[in-house]
T-cell receptor, first 113, second 115 residues
Framework: DGGITQSPKYLFRKEGQNVTLSCEQNLNHDAMYWYRQDPGQGLRLIYY???????QKGDIAEGYSVSREKKESFPLTVTSAQKNPTAFYLCASSILGQFYGYTFGSGTRLTVV | AQTVTQSQPEMSVQEAETVTLSCTYD???????LFWYKQPPSRQMILVIRQEAYKQQNATENRFSVNFQKAAKSFSLKISDSQLGDTAMYFC????????????FGGGTRLMVKP
């Protein structure tokens, strides 16, 4: 079955550490997105990519980095520069030009310890 | 900038009754698409319903329907015959035609269905 896989489901980060969240899709979707969700709040866009080897900053890109070396994969690195990384992270994908919304992954809960 | 506002942070409804969740948005574009997503306790985001702005007819999906008022920039979700499984966060979102499919989300409404 096609879908988006995010891993790990739970991730713990020590102060000063970089961590990478994985997002893989087998839907042949062009575009992929990373959102951050804080408790009781909506989704805020971190980065998005519409094509391989190209990506754009969203509203809250500071302290994060991404890559898009393959169409299927869009990993997110939370760097030590992100001062408040504890949140729920959602990856999504869509077909450009078809406005049927996103397919979402199941999310990664990142906690700073 | 596009914005989406959900003015009801929390709502509750008795099982089998009807509830309406509010959403307003702001855009200068004329061609756009609106969505309601459900996020149950599992946190998996599920598409509930979709509306194309150029269609005047309100979208319906089984017990879910919308009241789309383009001039007022309002897009409310009505849930009929509420079920316990409808307990979730509900997010309103939209994208404009030339925005690369990027969705802008509202802050969400937490809905509790009571037995």
């Amino acid at each position: 079955d096609g879908g988006i896989t995010q891993s790990p489901k739970y991730l713990f980060r020590k102060e000063g550490q970089n961590v990478t969240l994985s997002c893989e899709q087998n839907l042949n979707h062009d575009a992929m997105y990373w959102y951050r969700q804080d408790p009781g709040q909506g989704l805020r866009l971190i980065y998005y990519s519409q094509i391989v080897n190209d990506f754009q900053k969203g509203d809250i890109a500071e302290g994060y980095s991404v890559s898009r070396e393959k169409k299927e994969s869009f990993p997110l690195t939370v760097t030590s520069a992100q001062k408040n990384p504890t949140a729920f992270y959602l990856c999504a994908s869509s077909i450009l030009g078809q406005f049927y919304g996103y397919t979402f992954g199941s999310g990664t809960r990142l906690t700073v310890v | 900038a596009q914005t989406v506002t959900q003015s009801q942070p929390e709502m509750s409804v008795q099982e089998a009754e009807t509830v309406t969740l509010s959403c307003t948005y702001d855009t200068s574009e004329n061609n756009y698409y609106l969505f309601w997503y459900k996020q149950p306790p599992s946190r998996q985001m599920i598409l509930v319903i979709r509306q194309e702005a150029y269609k005047q007819q309100n979208a319906t999906e089984n017990r879910f329907s919308v009241n789309f008022q383009k001039a007022a920039k309002s897009f409310s979700l009505k849930i009929s015959d509420s079920q316990l499984g409808d307990t979730a966060m509900y997010f309103c979102a939209f994208t404009v035609y030339n925005a690369g499919n990027m969705l802008t989300f509202g802050g969400g409404t937490r809905l509790m269905v009571k037995p």
